[in-house]
């Protein structure tokens, strides 16, 4: 806010409203699913700190934080859907399933890393007998794959209000779609 702020030449406050009543319309910019079954999609999820207790449990980060799924495209990292904050202590399958699940299509098939197993319609890696991952070519490749939803994570966490959000209520899912549609838009620009 306070970077804002001195390049418009406007106060701390003033920059925190235009934000607070842009939030909505930049979260709308996302839009629904495309419904190619072509594309190959990526679900992963991703804890985000928030300062509002209300929507946060404490997780594996030790900190008070919710769940985020966030759904890419493999072909060029573009996202697709984001997910509802809930509870960092939640497991990812409970979220995807609550959230994400019910807004993309039913005939998409995607892909997972071994937190969505159980779920028909989440690929995971292989499994041998014994419960432990198949390493083999296939493996290698699925890998490579899920790098791709990892590094788009990471460019989304480059914001600073992703790193360490104070919005209040549905603020953090507003907050999260906005990132993800201006995520989007500087994909189409360069």
Not at 141 to 162: C, V
Not at 168 to 176: E, F, K, L, P, Y
Request: charged share 30%; proline share 4%; glycine share 10%.
């Amino acid at each position: 806010m306070q970077q804002l702020g001195s390049l418009f030449g406007i106060s701390d406050s003033a920059v925190h409203r235009v934000v607070d009543r842009l939030a909505g319309p930049l979260a709308e910019l996302l839009g629904p699913p495309p419904t190619d079954r072509s594309e190959l999609w990526i679900v992963d999820g991703t804890l985000i700190p928030v300062h509002d207790k209300r929507k946060t449990a404490k997780s594996k980060n030790y900190r008070h934080s919710v769940n985020i799924q966030v759904v890419c495209r493999a072909r060029d990292r573009r996202i697709v859907a984001v997910g509802d904050a809930w509870p960092g202590n939640r497991n990812d399958i409970v979220v995807f399933r609550e959230t994400v699940g019910r807004t993309l299509p039913d005939h998409h098939t995607l892909s997972g890393d071994g937190g969505y197993r159980g779920s028909d319609r989440i690929r995971t890696p292989h499994r041998g007998a014994d419960g432990r991952r198949i390493k083999d070519r296939n493996y290698r490749r699925f890998r490579k794959r899920r790098a791709l939803a990892e590094h788009t994570l990471a460019q989304l966490k480059d914001h600073q209000i992703l790193r360490q959000c104070r919005r209040r209520g549905d603020g953090i899912n507003h907050a999260v779609a906005g990132v993800a549609a201006l995520h989007n838009l500087k994909l189409d620009a360069g």
